[in-house]
C-alpha cells in the first residue's frame, strides 16, 4: 500500500478545494471568459469593408480573415449550399439596411474561430448601439411540435422563396453547420409587426450542429432565441440583452451546460425579459399534443442580475424573475447560480402544483443568491409549498445573500470579468431580505 506524503496529501486538499470552488455556475480551471470575448465591444473599431454579401448566396463560398465583409439587407444561404467564415473574419450588419444573415434549412454554416482569433458579427457604425442591424437565423429539418413537420419564420424577412425561411422535419440528428468562438454584437433590429430579431436564432436545428463558445451582446431582441429542434448549448453566454437571454419554444429538446447571462436592469426591458423562458407553444391550440413537449435540462449556469442597488431596483420595479416556466414543459437544473432577482423563478399560473408537474420542473444543488423570493407561482400570493418543497435537503439547494464582489472571482472587472463562484464566500440563509423589506411587496 502507498503511503500519502504530507506533499501529495496538500496536492489533494487543494485540488479537491479547486474543484469545490468549480461546483456551482460557470466552471473551469481557468477562466474560459479570457481571450475571445469582449464586455466593452463599443470601444472596439474595425476596418471599412472591403467585401459586400448581399441577397441569395447559391455557391458554397468562404469568407476569409484578411477581407471585412458587409451584410447588405437580408442574406440567405441557400440550395443546400456551404458558407465557410474563416477564424478573425469580421462581418458587419449593414445600419441602414438591418443587415442579417439566414442559414436556409439544408444549408451550413461553418464559422469556427479560434479563443485567441474569434469570428465577429458586429453594427457597421463607429458608435454602435443595440438593434444596429438584424441577426443570424440558422434554420434545420429537426422536429417541431406544431402541426405539420414544417413551419416558417415570422420576422418580415425579405426573401425570394418562402423554402429559404422553412425549418422543421423529421431528422433530429440533422446537421446545420458549426459555431465555436463566435462573437454577434448589437444585432435585434425592431419591426413594427413582429418585434425584434434575435441575436441568434436556431430553428429546427438537430443534435449534428455544433454551437459552443458563442457570445451575444447587447441585443436589441433575444439573445439566444431557440425553436425546436434538438440542439446542445456549451460554454455560451448572453450580456445585456434587452429582451430574454435563452428563449426555448416549439418542442426544443436542449441541454445546455456551462453558460452565463449576465443582465442589467438599466437595460434590460422591464416588460417580460428574464434570463431564460421556457415554452412549448404561444396558443396552446396550434400545438400537436402528440408530439414532444419543450424539455430543458441545464448544468452549470450563471444567471446573473448587476444592480448598483439591488434593493432600490427591485422596490421601482426594475428587477424580475430569472427563469420563467411555462406550461406543458419539462425543466431540469443543476449545479447553478442564480443571483439578484426578484423571484428567482416564476412558474405560468396555470400550471398545478402536483407530484407529475413537480417530477417535471426540477431545482437540484444550486445557489440562490440575493432573491427576493426563490421559487413562485404567477399571481399567487402564498408560495410556501413551492419554497418548502425546493428548499428541502433532498434538493441539496442552497440560499444566501452576499454582494457580487464577494460572491463571483472577479464580476467587477470591466475588461476581463471572472464570472466563477467564490464558494468560500457563501453564507447559508433563508432570510434575504430584513423583515421590514418584505412589507414593501
Request: glycine residues 8%; negative net charge; aromatic residues 10%.
Amino acid at each position: 500500500m502507498k503511503k500519502i506524503t504530507p506533499s501529495t496529501l496538500f496536492f489533494l486538499l487543494v485540488f479537491g478545494n479547486l474543484f469545490a470552488q468549480q461546483e456551482k455556475g460557470i466552471t473551469g480551471y481557468n477562466n474560459w471568459l479570457d481571450t475571445w470575448t469582449d464586455f466593452q465591444p463599443n470601444k472596439t473599431s474595425y476596418e471599412e469593408p472591403t467585401q459586400i454579401l448581399t441577397g441569395n448566396i447559391t455557391e458554397n463560398t468562404t469568407l476569409t480573415k484578411s477581407n471585412t465583409y458587409l451584410l447588405l439587407g437580408d442574406v440567405f444561404v441557400t440550395d443546400s449550399t456551404t458558407i465557410t467564415i474563416e477564424a478573425g473574419t469580421v462581418i458587419l450588419g449593414d445600419y441602414k439596411t438591418k443587415g442579417s444573415l439566414t442559414i436556409s434549412n439544408g444549408s451550413r454554416i461553418l464559422a469556427e474561430g479560434k479563443p485567441t482569433d474569434p469570428i465577429i458579427f458586429t453594427s457597421s457604425k463607429t458608435d454602435k448601439k443595440p438593434g444596429d442591424w438584424g441577426g443570424l437565423f440558422i434554420l434545420g429539418n429537426a422536429p417541431i411540435n406544431t402541426f405539420g413537420e414544417v413551419a416558417t419564420l415570422n420576422f418580415g424577412l425579405k426573401h425570394s422563396s418562402t423554402e429559404h425561411i422553412s425549418y422543421g422535419g423529421d431528422n433530429s440528428d440533422s446537421d446545420a453547420g458549426n459555431m465555436q468562438y463566435v462573437r454577434i454584437e448589437y444585432a435585434g433590429k425592431k419591426t413594427k409587426e413582429f418585434g425584434n430579431y434575435s441575436g441568434l436564432t436556431l430553428a429546427g436545428v438537430g443534435l449534428r450542429t455544433t454551437i459552443n463558445n458563442v457570445m451575444v451582446s447587447y441585443c436589441q431582441g433575444n439573445s439566444f432565441n431557440i425553436l425546436g429542434g434538438e440542439v446542445d448549448l456549451f460554454k455560451t453566454i448572453s450580456y445585456r440583452s434587452n429582451r430574454d437571454d435563452y428563449f426555448f419554444n416549439f418542442g426544443t429538446q436542449a441541454h445546455i451546460e456551462n453558460a452565463l447571462a449576465v443582465r442589467s436592469p438599466y437595460i434590460s426591458s422591464a416588460d417580460g425579459s428574464r434570463c431564460m423562458s421556457i415554452h412549448s407553444y404561444d396558443i396552446k391550440e396550434n400545438a400537436d399534443a402528440s408530439k414532444k413537449e419543450t424539455s430543458i435540462t441545464a448544468e452549470n449556469l450563471t444567471l446573473l442580475n448587476v444592480s448598483n442597488d439591488l434593493k432600490s431596483d427591485i422596490k421601482v420595479g426594475l428587477v424580475q424573475e430569472a427563469i420563467f416556466i411555462g406550461p406543458d414543459t419539462s425543466f431540469n437544473i443543476h449545479k447553478s447560480v442564480i443571483s439578484g432577482f426578484k423571484p428567482a423563478v416564476i412558474l405560468d399560473a396555470s400550471i398545478a402544483i402536483n407530484n407529475e408537474n413537480l417530477k417535471k420542473i426540477q431545482f437540484t444543488r444550486s445557489y440562490f443568491n440575493n432573491c427576493k423570493g426563490n421559487i413562485f407561482r404567477k399571481d399567487y400570493t402564498n408560495n410556501d409549498d413551492l419554497e418548502s418543497w425546493y428548499g428541502s435537503r433532498a434538493f441539496d439547494n442552497v440560499y444566501s445573500k452576499g454582494p457580487d464582489s464577494e460572491t463571483f472571482i472577479d464580476s467587477e472587472n470591466n475588461r476581463s470579468p471572472d464570472f466563477r463562484l467564490r464558494i468560500n464566500k457563501i453564507i447559508a440563509s433563508n432570510n434575504l431580505f430584513d423583515e421590514d423589506d418584505q412589507e414593501d411587496e
